[in-house]
């Protein structure tokens, strides 16, 4: 029977192709829907991949059982063969009588939209209501355990909208957690979980693309990056001792133990004799100790055999690399994501239900067979818009009190943006954070954007820019004239100051 099994496999292998060709060759009209059909092909093609197992050992034959059943075919009378494999399987079927009958021309048959798909409940059950079938990432809970990490807790609250831009970025000043504080077991859990959400999310959405692959390439492109030190935030230089100044804004000088930013060179070089400059590297010192890195007074950077504390450091930084590059290829969700809760931020909760409830009815609603009838007679029906009102989520104009509330009829011009109109205050307001804008400024040689909010005229943002640049040249020639004192403390500060402070005393 060897043979038989061999003929099922074939025609199992050729039916699978064919459910599948059937199913890539209907573009689904719903997120749902396509869901449904690449979890479907996906399964399908598991399926090819072990059917084709089976075939390829049984084409092996490495016990020698498929050549003795063609020798005794071939040799044998063919009929006494035959009526044998008969009685075989009538008397199978008389001791199992109720045993089914697998149709392979129905197993992977496309169903009709009234029988109903087995995989569409648990595509439904796969996403939480936040996520509306992988369109948006749900980062709530991890959010909330960001906040609650050390150095993060009690120090800044950030918002959803901001944690959304920043969560893969764990380098200072976007990230609070300082190096030390990552090799909590909170701080690993986290990422680890963070890890683990992106890598489930792009999974549950993307069934046909090979992620075992992708994150094998993620870790061996973190091995790489580990071996030669370029890892952001646990590089080498990030853990040499000694005070060696980094430009952090451009304007200032970074001190690796205080951390802290002088804006004056002198005032730099003055700290460096305090007490709390001392203490800070002493401590600083200590901690590359117990990380396993010598100093480079000899020159030499050679590391100690690998401690407990530099094998975590190894594992959070490796999670951290996961994050990156998952959230490196789901920008497009990501990006949806932000733009839907700040939508959701100016709607009722009465408003939110409604459009959950209308997004699941219109997921929900099964595709029927009529769809040129359909489609023909909704493109009969003519929406009802004499004031050219803007059209909301479900295709309708939009109220005209709401209209008059957000003024989406008063006109702003933007000479920067070549004098392009906006629609509305809060349409132009937005446009200041907007690429288009942007890119206007820095046509006019303006880096600092953040500056010239409000300013739509070319001659008004140049006057302005010229002006910073005089103030900020003023500055530091003040700045550079201030004689500096420090007390006996360490502290630093104008000679005016200390007076002022020592007649107090």
């Known amino acids: 029977m060897l043979l038989e099994e061999q003929r099922f496999l074939h025609e199992d292998l050729e039916r699978l192709e064919q459910g599948i060709s059937d199913r890539i060759a209907e573009e689904p009209r719903q997120i749902r829907e396509r869901l ?11 399926r090819i991949q072990e059917q ?8 092996k034959d490495a016990e020698g059982t498929r050549r003795k059943e063609i020798q005794t075919i071939s040799t044998g009378d063919p009929f006494e063969q035959f009526y ?6 009538k008397d199978f079927h008389r001791r199992y009588p109720n045993e089914p009958v697998e149709n392979l021309e129905r197993a992977y048959k496309r169903k009709a939209p009234g029988e109903g798909e087995s995989l569409s409940s648990e595509v439904d059950n796969m996403f939480s209501g936040e996520e509306a079938y992988g369109r948006y990432l749900d980062l709530t809970t991890l959010h909330e355990e960001y906040l609650n990490l050390p150095g993060v807790k009690n120090v800044k609250r950030i918002t959803y909208t901001q944690y959304l831009d920043n969560f893969d970025t764990f380098t200072p000043p976007q990230c609070l957690v300082k190096r030390p504080s990552k090799t909590t077991d909170q701080y690993f859990n986290y990422v680890g979980n963070l890890a683990s959400y992106l890598e489930s999310f792009m999974r549950r959405t993307r069934p046909l693309e090979d992620t075992q692959k992708f994150l094998h390439e993620i870790d061996a492109d973190f091995e790489r990056g580990w071996t030669a030190g370029e890892i952001p935030g646990w590089g080498e230089e990030e853990k040499t001792a000694g005070p060696t100044p980094m430009d952090v804004s451009g304007d200032g000088i970074w001190c690796a133990d205080c951390e802290k930013e002088f804006k004056n060179e002198n005032v730099y070089k003055n700290h460096l004799t305090g007490k709390k400059h001392i203490r800070a590297a002493q401590a600083r010192k200590e901690r ?3 990380h396993g890195v010598e100093g480079e007074a000899n020159g030499e950077g050679r590391a100690r055999p690998p401690s407990e ?6 594992a959070v930084a490796e999670r951290e690399h996961r994050v990156r590059k998952l959230a490196g290829a789901m920008q497009q969700q990501r990006s949806d994501t932000r733009v839907n809760v700040e939508r959701k931020q100016g709607m009722t909760e009465r408003e939110r239900q409604m459009e959950l409830e209308a997004f699941f009815a219109e997921s929900n609603e099964p595709t029927n067979q009529n769809g040129d009838e359909e489609s023909d007679s909704d493109g009969d029906e003519k929406i009802y818009n004499p004031l050219k009102l803007p059209l909301a989520w479900d295709g309708k104009p939009i109220p005209y009190w709401l209209y008059k509330l957000h003024g989406l009829g008063v006109e702003f011009s933007c000479e920067i943006c070549g004098n392009f109109v906006y629609m509305g205050r809060r349409a132009f307001d937005k446009h200041f954070n907007e690429a288009r804008h942007i890119y206007g400024l820095k046509c006019l040689g303006i880096t600092n954007t953040t500056l010239f909010r409000e300013i739509t005229g070319i001659e008004d943002a140049l006057k302005l820019w010229d002006k910073i640049q005089r ?19 360490g502290n630093v500060m104008p000679e005016k100051v200390y007076l002022e402070l020592r007649n107090l005393a």
Not at 52 to 59: H, K, P
Not at 84 to 89: A, C, V
Not at 309 to 314: D, F, T
């Open 36 to 46: 449904i059909r690449d979890h479907q092909v996906s399964g399908f093609l598991n």
């Open 52 to 59: 084709s197992n089976r075939l390829i050992d049984i084409y």
């Open 84 to 89: 044998k494999q008969l009685d075989e399987i």
């Open 288 to 290: 590359e100790a117990e």
């Open 309 to 314: 504390q530099s094998l975590k450091e190894r």
């Open 471 to 489: 103030d900020k040249k003023k500055e530091k020639v003040s700045t550079d004239n201030v004689v500096q004192m420090e007390d006996a403390e």
